[in-house]
């Protein structure tokens, strides 16, 4: 098993991305800490992994929420080996029209609280770690309307440059993952939660027709690659964004849409 004896701590690990990826991590040998705002789903996800998962139900953006994360964390958990900064979330931000607030609150869910997980993990944190973040190819479409979140996304990539200079010393290894479109609940939340079955369908046959292998990618393949980034597979790997998108990104003339 590739994580063996290891522990790791996933945010936003009650769904999604972040679950799948604790599925595999405790499949991998690992003991696993989850965090979660809804406590129902992060009671059903605890409930599945047991008895090698932990749950906390934190909201990351707030300090006090982080404190009292970090301080269980250290009394009933230990140490950590891996860190999965994976919480976040979407929204639409289109020039001209956006309120402030609006734009502000997804700055600070997806960079603040991304950096300040990690920056409260690092004391916890054994040398030779490994820390991932959740990006998104937002960070190279330039897709209207999502201003903030390709913005949080790119700062993340920069910032985990960063981060990994500021770790070297220890031999901490810092990656981001981006993925493309992926089977999670994000894609019914917020502006498209009360799109009907046929919007939902439309939706879903266009964004598989823009992606070189025709589909949209599932939470346990991208829960593989957060894996890879994980272990000792990508020992030698420091500092990059590994891009999940099915080809979105790099062959975007192979998709179904623009085959002619």
Same mark, same amino acid.
């Given at each position: 098993m590739k994580l063996a004896g290891k522990k790791a701590l996933i945010t936003g690990g009650n769904s999604g991305i972040g679950l799948a990826t604790a599925r595999l991590f405790v499949a991998e040998g690992a003991e696993v800490a989850i965090t979660g705002r809804d406590q129902e789903t992060l009671k059903g996800a605890i409930t599945e992994l047991r008895p090698n998962a932990r749950g906390y139900r934190a909201? &990351?953006? @707030?300090?006090?929420?982080?404190?009292?994360?970090?301080? @269980?964390?250290?009394? #009933?958990?230990?140490?950590?080996?891996?860190?999965?900064?994976? @919480?976040?979330?979407?929204?639409?931000?289109?020039?001209?029209?956006?309120? #402030?607030?609006?734009? #502000?609150?997804?700055?600070?869910?997806?960079?603040?609280?991304?950096?300040?997980? &990690? !920056?409260?993990? &690092?004391?916890?944190?054994?040398?030779?770690?490994?820390?991932?973040?959740? *990006?998104?190819?937002? !960070?190279?479409? *330039?897709?209207?309307?999502?201003?903030?979140?390709?913005?949080?996304? *790119?700062g993340l990539v920069s910032m985990a440059r960063a981060i990994a200079a500021d770790l070297a010393p220890r031999n901490i290894r810092v990656n981001v993952v981006a993925?493309?479109?992926?089977?999670?609940?994000?894609?019914?939340?917020?502006?498209?939660? !009360?799109?009907?079955? #046929?919007?939902?369908?439309?939706?879903?046959?266009?964004?598989?027709s823009s992606i070189a292998l025709g589909r949209w990618g599932e939470p346990e393949e991208l829960a593989k690659a957060v894996l890879f980034l994980a272990s000792a597979d990508s020992s030698y790997i420091n500092a990059i964004e590994l891009v999940v998108d099915g080809g979105m990104t790099g062959a975007p003339f192979g998709a179904p849409i623009l085959r002619g």
């Open positions: 909201d &990351v953006t @707030a300090a006090e929420d982080r404190k009292q994360l970090f301080s @269980a964390l250290a009394k #009933e958990f230990g140490n950590l080996d891996i860190v999965f900064a994976n @919480a976040g979330i979407s929204g639409r931000t289109v020039t001209g029209a956006t309120d #402030e607030a609006i734009f #502000e609150n997804i700055i600070y869910t997806n960079l603040n609280g991304a950096f300040f997980t &990690v !920056n409260s993990a &690092v004391p916890l944190l054994n040398d030779n770690g490994s820390i991932i973040f959740n *990006g998104s190819v937002h !960070n190279h479409l *330039g897709q209207s309307g999502m201003a903030a979140y390709a913005a949080t996304k *790119g993925p493309g479109a992926t089977k999670t609940p994000i894609w019914k939340r917020g502006s498209r939660a !009360n799109d009907t079955a #046929e919007q939902s369908a439309k939706l879903a046959d266009f964004v598989s």
